[in-house]
């Protein structure tokens, strides 16, 4: 078995232990190129796991927290200070002809962990992208 076959094992197994644990709290869906989709509430999320040097698999958290929000300046404003509170994950504020979309995206290597582990750090995530969500709108209104 070559270190290539090695790493590409270690990746499966990775999105298999966040897929056990995610499917703890949520329906998971296994998109064709190995992604896992969910929804957290009213939030989308997908987890894809990658190599990004030998010996480091990350898992990558993708939540898309809100979407054509007016794109006003006090509402920016509100999700940059959220972004600077949060722990976990990296708020993304786009500006589209259609408004304001905002993601929270969180990396970090997940070799190792045991799947009540990685569920809670996912989960972790997932509420605080849920919690935004809700806080966002509330400006928004």
Do not use: K
């Amino acid at each position: 078995m070559t270190e290539q076959d090695v790493e590409a094992r270690i990746t499966a197994q990775i999105l298999t232990n966040a897929r056990e644990a995610l499917e703890t709290f949520h329906d998971v869906r296994v998109d064709d190129d190995g992604a896992l989709t969910f929804r957290h509430g009213e939030v989308p999320c997908a987890v894809q796991a990658m190599q990004l040097s030998e010996g480091l698999v990350v898992l990558s958290l993708t939540c898309v927290v809100a979407w054509d929000l007016p794109d006003e300046p006090a509402l920016a404003i509100s999700a940059a200070e959220r972004a600077g509170e949060g722990l976990f994950g990296t708020l993304g504020v786009v500006h589209t002809a259609r408004g304001m979309d905002v993601t929270l995206r969180y990396a970090f290597p997940a070799h190792g962990l045991e799947v009540s582990a990685l569920g809670t750090l996912l989960m972790l995530v997932v509420s605080t992208a849920s919690q935004l969500r809700a806080d966002l709108l509330g400006s928004a209104s």
